[in-house]
């Protein structure tokens, strides 16, 4: 299986985990829509919301709360988008479950639709790794607060 999301799960590829628990890994998206964008991944394959087993699916909400606590201690977090995209039909990417958490500021749609329609660009990708370790960083602190 060529999956990224059970390669990161297996250690067999690197990522920004902040959370890790048995049915989850919370990680930072590599191709943010916004700072501190956040991916709660299936810790076991499941390519729709349907595949996945009860205990995971009834503790999904519980860890984006607990996620969104820490998110909210982000300077300027004023709201977060919970996205689900369940299909391809529904622009899953990856079909492998993932709830994305979208931290969003005041003011911040121009540069929200700027980055949807450039975030696979190759631009400034060592920058964006630079950035990416800081968050972890906070993040992790800030979840063990939440």
Not at 44 to 63: C, I, K, N, Q, V
Not at 72 to 99: K, S
Request: glycine letters at 4%; proline letters at 8%.
């Amino acid at each position: 299986m060529n999956c990224v999301f059970c390669a990161i799960a297996d250690g067999q590829l690197p990522a920004h985990i902040i959370h890790e628990d048995e049915h989850f890994l919370v990680l930072l998206d590599i191709f943010p829509l916004r700072p501190t964008h956040v991916l709660i991944v299936a810790r076991g394959h499941a390519p729709f919301l349907a595949d996945l087993p009860s205990p995971p699916r009834e503790a999904l909400l519980a860890l984006a709360d607990r996620v969104a606590k820490a998110l909210y201690r982000e300077p300027g977090v004023l709201g977060i988008n919970l996205l689900l995209n369940d299909g391809p039909v529904a622009n899953q990417h990856v079909p492998h479950l993932h709830l994305h958490l979208i931290p969003r500021r005041s003011g911040d749609l121009i540069a929200l639709c700027w980055r949807i329609l450039t975030r696979f660009l190759p631009l400034g990708r060592k920058r964006l790794e630079a950035r990416l370790a800081c968050e972890a960083e906070r993040l992790r602190a800030a979840l063990l607060e939440a």
